[in-house]
Nanobody, 121 residues
Framework: QVQLVESGGGLVQPGGSLRLSCAASGSSFSIYAMGWYRQTPGKQRELVAAIRNGGNTSYADSVKGRFTISRDNAKNTVYLQMNSLKPEDTAVYYC???????????????WGQGTQVTVSS
């Protein structure tokens, strides 16, 4: 079982920056991918950014050039640096982790509790 703890959300003015963090803990797992999704009321949760083993990254078109995802493997932590924030970035941001259970090699996906990001003047 993997537990995820997110931090870093809040209120920021347009053009500002925030950094989200998500730390994974638990036992008997090996992470193969980490990412961030976001969701606004009435809309589906959408992928914002992902990073896989080996460092390959992918981004939603709407955040390319503004957001950067990174990972500290030693700490099992993923970060999302968000710059040049826009009001349309306002959402609840969820950490997402794909991991393999080393006991039975099952693939599992875990979600964080969500953190609110509000971009407003």
């Amino acid at each position: 079982q993997v537990q995820l703890v997110e931090s870093g959300g809040g209120l920021v003015q347009p053009g500002g920056s925030l950094r989200l963090s998500c730390a994974a803990s638990g036992s008997s797992f090996s992470i193969y991918a980490m990412g961030w999704y976001r969701q606004t009321p009435g809309k589906q949760r959408e992928l914002v950014a992902a990073i896989r083993n080996g460092g390959n990254t992918s981004y939603a078109d709407s955040v390319k050039g503004r957001f950067t995802i990174s990972r500290d493997n030693a700490k099992n932590t993923v970060y999302l640096q968000m710059n040049s924030l826009k009001p349309e970035d306002t959402a609840v941001y969820y950490c997402n982790v794909g991991a393999i259970a080393t006991t039975n090699l099952s693939l599992n996906v875990y979600w964080g509790q969500g953190t609110q990001v509000t971009v407003s003047s």
